[in-house]
Every structure is written in structure tokens, then in C-alpha cells.
């Protein structure tokens, strides 16, 4: 285990469970992000990654706790899986130490400060981890709410590709990409 399983409170009262995710959530884990996807629309997400079986999340999973780079962190509230964040780093030698990070939360859940707390746990282990150098993610830029909680964990704007996300709708936003330095 890279982290010992831990209890905060969200904004709300509500108490969550924030916990290293394994083999046996690969089902819930994919019905959630699945659920998720179809909530936001924010997400940059590809067609492949929606065609995942529970065996392809599975294999995911094992790569994630095999990784000295990387963590895969769940949060559960009454039991039910309500958020993930991963962080995904090569253990490779010589290769860039840079974690690339994901995160997504039932729509239910938004605003409440789950964001906050899956990412400032993400980049505590980072820290504590001494491997990797540098945490990269992406954000839609018109999601001003994701940017701003980057911002305070210390992220700043590496890269901007201007108009480079469409919601599927016809509307076009920035796709940035943030980076922070450990």
C-alpha cells in the first residue's frame, strides 16, 4: 500500500472515505468515470477510453500499483464510489520524471471540495515520493473553476492551445495544459 486510507469532510458535512484504489474497483471504477464523462462537459476524454472492458481497467489498475511514479486514489462516500484521481509516472531510468494527472467526481459532488482534497493528496505523495520532479495535466480552459483549484495547489499555464477543445456542440475552448514543480 503507497497510502494509508483516510476520512475527510467535504464543504457539505459529508464525510468521504479517500482510499488507494485496487483490483477489485475496476467494474465500479469504470461505471463511475462512464457516469462522469456523460455529466461534464469540461472532460477531455477519448472514444477509447469509454470502450474500456473491466479486464482493460483491471490490467490499468495493476500498472498503477505496480509503479513506484504512480497512485490511483478513490473517494467513497456511504461506500459508493463518487471520485478518482491518478497520477501516472514512468519508472523507467533516465526517462523524464514527470506524473501526468487525471481526476474526475459524480457530478454530485462537484464544488464541494473533493477536488481539493484528491489533489492535494495526489501532490503530498508526489513530494513525499523524491522520484518525480514534475506533476502535468491538462484543463479545459473555460473551466474556470478546475484552473482556479490548479492554481492554488501551485500549477501554473505551461502550454495553451487556443480553441484547441470542442464540447461536441459547436462551442471551442482552450486546451491548457499546467504543470507544477515538486
Not at 109 to 134: F, M
Amino acid at each position: 500500500m503507497k497510502i494509508a486510507e483516510q476520512t475527510y469532510t467535504l464543504k457539505t458535512g459529508e464525510e468521504i472515505l479517500i482510499r488507494e484504489g485496487s483490483i477489485p474497483d475496476s467494474g465500479a471504477l469504470l461505471d463511475m468515470v462512464r457516469e462522469y464523462v456523460l455529466t461534464s462537459k469540461f472532460l477531455i476524454v477519448s472514444p477509447e477510453e469509454l470502450a474500456q472492458t473491466v479486464a482493460d481497467e483491471a490490467r490499468w489498475i495493476k500498472s498503477l500499483r505496480d509503479s513506484q511514479n504512480s497512485l490511483l486514489l478513490l473517494a467513497l462516500h456511504e461506500g459508493r464510489l463518487i471520485g478518482n484521481i491518478d497520477l501516472t509516472g514512468s519508472d523507467e531510468p533516465g526517462e523524464n520524471p514527470t506524473g501526468l494527472i487525471s481526476m474526475g467526481m459524480l457530478q454530485a459532488y462537484r464544488n464541494k471540495g473533493l477536488g481539493s482534497i484528491l489533489l492535494k493528496a495526489v501532490v503530498d505523495w508526489a513530494r513525499a515520493n523524491h522520484q518525480l520532479q514534475v506533476l502535468c495535466l491538462q484543463v479545459v480552459g473555460a473551466n474556470t473553476g478546475a484552473m482556479k483549484l490548479y492554481r492554488k495547489q501551485g500549477f501554473e499555464v505551461a502550454n495553451r492551445q487556443t480553441n484547441g477543445f470542442s464540447d461536441g456542440e459547436g462551442n471551442r475552448s482552450d486546451n491548457v495544459v499546467m504543470t507544477l514543480s515538486l
